[in-house]
């Protein structure tokens, strides 16, 4: 279902935690998106639309604790901090300042499995992507397109500017709940140095 | 147990099954075999359920040994048993050497008695290599791969075949969200597969008249039909991702889906919209 363009993400995320709730094992999968809401199922419209009409409007979903996940970063493997930092005029220093004070949040999940698309990225930091994408980027890479910021999940090729490198697994195929950050949660970053990077288990 | 080793393979041949569903939201694509009724026929011909994987052959031939009595049969593919043109679900005995011939379409499907094993991803053991889901070891299949089955035996359930053509194939579409930025109905033209389809999409030559914009990302799922702003139209295949910005103008029927695949590069399709 398409919801305006007016509408706020926050209520995209909102909607689509009650119409979980209510489809329960009727719902075969559901994609938020920007300004839409795709709803996989095998009820027809007209049923769903009864279903929904009838449901209890939430005004706050269970998830939205505020919880903000804290995840490690690297910002001495980030591949791109000298050309964001001369894009944003930052010292180094003064870059990843900025970049930990950031609040982020998953907005939407695409172009690769797990692939986090986020906000909160300070706009003093956007930078336009690399001209010639990059073969492989490691997975963890922390990347920023103009103003938008993500995680990539997996290894990938990738057109992003890496600030760094988190050792996060922020996807994993062989959890249960494979994403470490669903939808609509926010995280920030703490700052680890290489030999914590490389000696990290998680 | 059915137990083949790969002496020569083709660039393309992994182990597909209908797919994985339920985590679009997870940006994890849905994968399965291209042409799931050739798939399914594949399965007949061996007496397996229709769901069972197989193994998807694009591009080339290959060639395989029989390390154990097995039961096999291919569909779309010319195949031979000790250099013997053969036809139908036949048994392999030990050291027997199978071959089958490039597609004749585009994909070709072998299908073993018994269950294949496989590395299973989220409900499936598609082969989706970019994120090292399903296959034997989430990749595509390599010389000196051994596929095991847990039957030796096979019989033929069902011999029939769909057909596929090449030429001017009539493909059914729905109308898409953004149906209404086209300026034309494409069903009175012709378009050709461009050279660069693949398992995510298959890209037409020929355009589309519209008054292109892009939207903001949402859902796509095989058999979109999206339009970029050189007007001509890719149909999202098996491994598409999950969102897309291109306007969705249409939605190829998913019974059409296989016979989409099948087409061959420079051959020809319409569109044919049905509301």
Same mark, same amino acid.
């Given at each position: 279902m398409e919801c305006g363009s007016t509408i706020p993400i926050e209520k995209i995320h909102q909607s689509s935690h009650t119409i979980v709730n209510i489809l329960?094992?009727?719902?075969e999968d559901i994609v938020p998106a920007y300004h839409s809401i795709a709803v996989f199922t095998s009820l027809t419209i007209d049923q769903l639309t009864v279903l929904l009409a009838s449901a209890p409007i939430e005004e706050? %979903?269970?998830?939205?604790?505020n919880d903000i996940i804290k995840l490690p970063i690297c910002y001495?493997?980030?591949?791109d901090l000298d050309r964001i930092a001369k894009h944003a005029n930052l010292s180094h220093e003064k870059l990843i300042e900025r970049h930990l004070e950031g609040v982020y949040r998953s907005l939407f999940i695409g172009f690769t499995p797990g692939f986090i698309y986020a906000d909160g990225l300070d706009e003093n930091l956007s930078c336009p992507r690399l001209e010639n994408p990059r073969k492989t980027i490691p997975a963890g890479s922390v990347g920023i397109a103009g103003n938008q910021t993500g995680i990539y999940s997996l290894a990938s090729p990738g057109g992003w500017n890496i600030i760094g490198l988190t050792p996060? %697994?922020?996807?994993? #195929?062989?959890?249960?709940? #494979?994403?470490l950050i669903d939808v609509g949660m926010k995280y920030r970053f703490y700052r680890i140095a290489k030999k914590e990077f490389e000696s990290w288990e998680s | 147990m059915g137990k083949l080793k790969l002496i020569k393979t083709s660039p393309w041949a992994a182990i597909q099954d209908f797919g994985r569903f339920g985590y679009r939201r997870f940006g994890i694509p849905q994968s399965g075999a291209m042409d799931r009724e050739w798939m399914i026929a594949a399965n007949r011909l061996v007496g397996n359920p229709d769901d069972f994987p197989v193994v998807e052959i694009a591009m080339m031939g290959m060639k395989l040994e029989a390390l154990e009595s097995s039961f096999i049969a291919a569909v779309g593919a010319t195949i031979k048993i000790n250099g013997e043109k053969r036809i139908g679900g036949l048994s392999l005995s030990i050291g027997d050497v199978l071959q089958i011939d490039a597609p004749d379409h585009v994909y070709a499907y072998l299908a073993i008695g018994g269950r294949l094993s496989a590395k299973e991803d989220f409900g499936s053991v598609s082969t989706y290599p970019r994120a090292g889901f399903g296959g034997l070891n989430g990749d595509v299949l390599k010389v000196g791969d051994v596929l095991e089955s847990d039957n030796a035996n096979g019989r033929v359930k069902d011999n029939s075949i769909p057909e596929r053509n090449n030429q001017d194939t009539v493909i059914r579409i729905m109308k898409g969200?953004?149906? /209404?930025?086209?300026?034309?109905?494409? /069903?009175s033209k012709r378009f050709e597969i461009d050279a660069s389809s693949n398992r995510m999409g298959v890209r037409l030559n020929g355009k589309i008249d519209c008054d292109y914009k892009e939207i903001a990302s949402s859902a796509v799922v095989p058999g979109t039909i999206q339009l970029p702003a050189n007007n001509q139209p890719i149909i999202l295949m098996s /491994?598409?991702?999950?969102?897309?910005?291109?306007?969705?103008i249409g939605k190829v029927f998913d019974k059409d889906l296989g016979k989409l695949a099948q087409v061959k590069v420079g051959c020809s399709l319409r569109l044919k919209t049905v509301s």
């Open positions: 329960r094992d009727k719902l706050k %979903k269970p998830s939205d604790s001495e493997l980030g591949l996060a %697994k922020v996807f994993d #195929p062989n959890e249960p709940k #494979p994403m | 969200p953004e149906w /209404d930025l086209l300026k034309e109905i494409p /069903d /491994d598409c991702q999950t969102t897309g910005g291109y306007p969705r």
